[in-house]
């Protein structure tokens, strides 16, 4: 049976939280804190998922959270919410706002990691130095996102979302609000499936 983890008041992170197993977080509604900026010297995710082939295989359920301020950083370091390396997850009842990166300030699944995400809010993260998919960046990887609201998050190409890289992402009952860029989502050599969804630039 997986680890379960009751998390029973707000948290202050000094550290990226690493899971390296499968485990179900349950958030309780309390907030996960990075407290990083885009000046900040140190850098890193909230919260960090797989990122070694070994790990591949586990599934990881977090619910009921609000995460904040992770930054992921300049170039390649996506995922200032929190990045998923070649691991599943499943995230429901969250809410991800002011995060920061360089792509995914929300989220970033990547590398054959796979992430389901329902019932959550995105709202306030920014894309930084290569701003791309200013609350999801999905890249070589697969995510699924339902009865979920996108309003208010920031970058240059996909506004809300980038699916890059022979990827595939679902949304479903979703709505893309008040996008600062031409369009909500942004494709490149992915698949993409839509859904009952409400789009406004």
């Known amino acids: 049976m997986d680890n379960v983890i009751n998390i ?27 407290g990083l900026t885009s000046e900040s010297a140190d850098k890193g995710s909230v919260i960090q998922v797989g990122g070694n082939i070994n790990l591949n295989n586990i599934t990881v359920n977090i619910d009921g959270l609000t995460i904040t301020g992770g930054n992921g950083g300049s170039m390649n370091a996506t995922g200032g919410g929190m990045c998923v390396q070649g691991a599943t997850v499943n995230v429901t ?4 706002t002011g995060n920061k990166a360089s792509g995914g300030s929300a989220i970033s699944v990547v590398q054959g990691g796979s992430a389901n995400v329902i019932n959550c809010t995105f709202t306030g ?23 979920c609201t996108f309003v208010n998050n920031e970058a240059n190409q996909g506004t809300e979302v980038l699916a890059t890289g022979n990827c595939t992402f679902t949304a479903v009952n979703s709505i893309f ?5 031409p369009s909500a989502i942004a494709v490149n050599n992915s698949g993409m499936k839509l859904y009952n969804g409400a789009y406004r630039s």
Do not use: Q
């Not at 707000?10 to 804190?33: C, M, W």
């Not at 009842?93 to 991800?96: H, I, L, P, R, V």
């Open 8 to 34: 029973t008041e707000d948290v202050k992170l000094t550290a990226s939280l690493a899971i390296n197993e499968s485990v179900t977080l349950h958030g309780n509604g309390h907030t996960l804190d990075r």
């Open 93 to 96: 009842n969250c809410t991800f």
């Open 125 to 147: 993260n920014t894309s930084t130095a290569e701003p791309l998919g200013g609350a999801i960046l999905v890249d070589t990887a697969t995510a699924n996102v339902i009865n």
């Open 177 to 181: 609000w008040n996008s600062s860029s």
